[in-house]
């Protein structure tokens, strides 16, 4: 990935389901495929996402994000080893509570009761001083942009609040925030309240602009700097030109793929705020039936910002190639031929003439699409419901020259073995 693109990133599902190992060999690919160097993700506050896929994702330069969106009020006992427990594994931001500024995210009762800031930050202080503790980065979490207590003004009560009983948790304290365009141009807001003075609270004037927006940095830097007399760093949980809602409505998918691409632009050019440290478009999947702002309604069907991104990054990548000479790496693998992991012995598959292209041919045989990527010359068995075509479009983009059969009749593979297909004893240290 390019320098410029380091802030790229993805929000994963919203739920904390989907963290077994095939996941992980179906994304892994993906997530390359599309640039990724962030990845936020939802984990319960009684189970911890598996070691093996955090490890995973950070050993192919991705961060994850880790999201603990529990009610306020409602967070267990002993929650504080689950963040030791994240940092011991490498993780470095786990985000606890998520809109504070809403009422659904309370405890029942809890809301309408007097001093609500004040209540928010008797929450809010153990688990900061719990995050430091951890090691871990310590951090504010998302608002609703609006919201039920308008998120301006709950933002700058809950910071003066923390200055004045925890000064010593408001140092290199990380703002976590919700960027969403709602359907408004990227340049809405900008300059914050500087620029649009006659904002405020509940009231938007006709003719100004407001907080909600991509530019929601440029508020709550505002805001921030006024209490602390600093400027913040942004953890930027999701965003983009979708919304998640309770009830999913049409994508513009024109729309939807013109402003990603846009916002990506702006992160390659640095025109956004250099105290962004990411941003994470919303969202990759959704286990809801019909939730249009899911990149990923099926796994096999992508929306169309998929490939518009994997476009634009390729032709970004070529560019940067042919302005510094670079050799070619030698990749380790020849041939390596790719088996969906629900194969077995009473498959229409000819294992026959599998074992005769084994002694003809002398591929690398294995599940893992992951792997597959070491190889100059990959064979996908299967249809696109075991592989999705976005996994043929990550192994092109990592130079390999994919082929794609069917289960059945496997002599086609046969067929397919080259003569001049080097063996292991021919290719030194390479395999295939």
């Known amino acids: 990935m390019t320098e410029e693109l380091r802030q790229l990133g993805y929000h994963y599902y919203p739920d904390d389901l989907h963290y077994s190992q095939a996941d992980l060999a179906t994304w892994l690919p993906i997530l390359?495929?599309?640039?990724?160097?962030?990845?936020?993700?939802?984990?319960?506050?009684?189970?911890?996402?598996?070691?093996?896929?955090?490890?995973?994702?950070?050993?192919?330069?991705?961060?994850?994000?880790?999201?603990?969106?529990?009610?306020?009020?409602?967070?267990?006992?002993?929650?504080?080893?689950?963040?030791s427990l994240y940092a011991r594994w490498?993780?470095?931001?786990?985000?606890?509570?998520?809109r504070p500024n809403c009422q659904s995210s309370w405890?029942?009762?809890?809301?309408?009761?007097?001093?609500?800031?004040?209540?928010?930050?008797?929450?809010?202080?153990?688990?900061?001083?719990?995050?430091?503790?951890?090691?871990?980065?310590?951090?504010?979490?998302?608002?609703?942009?609006?919201?039920?207590?308008?998120?301006?003004?709950?933002l700058e009560a809950a910071l003066s609040a923390l200055q004045r009983r925890a000064p010593d948790q408001i140092k290199q304290l990380v703002l976590s925030v919700y960027a969403w365009t709602y359907n408004q141009q990227l340049d809405w807001g900008i300059g914050g309240p500087e620029n649009w003075p006659e904002s405020l609270p509940y009231h938007t004037p006709e003719g100004s602009q407001d907080q909600r927006g991509l530019r929601i940095f440029d508020w709550y830097s505002a805001i921030y700097k006024k209490i602390i007399g600093e400027i913040p760093s942004f953890l930027v949980a999701a965003g983009g030109s979708s919304l998640p809602t309770a009830e999913p409505t049409r994508v513009d998918l024109d729309r939807h793929s013109e402003d990603t691409l846009s916002i990506t632009r702006l992160l390659q050019n640095k025109t956004l705020p250099g105290n962004l440290l990411n941003f994470s478009f919303y969202c990759l999947a959704s286990s809801t039936p019909g939730t249009d702002s899911a990149w990923f309604p099926s796994i096999s069907e992508p929306l169309p910002v998929v490939k518009a991104m994997q476009t634009l990054l390729h032709s970004t990548q070529n560019k940067q190639a042919s302005a510094v000479p670079q050799e070619i790496p030698v990749k380790p693998i020849v041939h390596y031929v790719l088996l969906p992991r629900d194969l077995d012995a009473g498959s229409l598959w000819d294992w026959k003439s599998f074992g005769d292209f084994i002694r003809t041919a002398h591929p690398v045989i294995g599940f893992s699409a992951e792997e597959a990527r070491y190889a100059e010359r990959v064979t996908v068995v299967g249809d696109e419901t075991q592989f999705p075509s976005v996994i043929e479009d990550s192994l092109r983009a990592e130079s390999c020259i994919v082929s794609r059969l069917d289960l059945a009749p496997f002599s086609d593979l046969v067929s397919e073995s080259e003569p001049e297909v080097q063996t292991s004893e021919q290719s030194g240290e390479r395999y295939g």
């Not at 980065?137 to 207590?149: H, R």
């Open 107 to 154: 405890r029942q009762n809890e809301w309408t009761r007097i001093r609500l800031i004040e209540r928010f930050t008797d929450f809010l202080i153990p688990v900061l001083q719990a995050q430091r503790t951890a090691g871990l980065k310590a951090i504010f979490p998302p608002l609703e942009p609006g919201g039920d207590y308008w998120d301006t003004a709950f």
């Open 32 to 83: 390359r495929s599309l640039g990724a160097r962030w990845l936020t993700l939802t984990s319960s506050a009684h189970r911890a996402i598996p070691e093996h896929f955090l490890k995973s994702l950070i050993d192919a330069g991705i961060t994850p994000v880790v999201r603990l969106p529990v009610r306020i009020g409602t967070l267990v006992e002993g929650y504080s080893d689950l963040l």
């Open 90 to 98: 490498g993780v470095q931001y786990v985000v606890v509570f998520d």
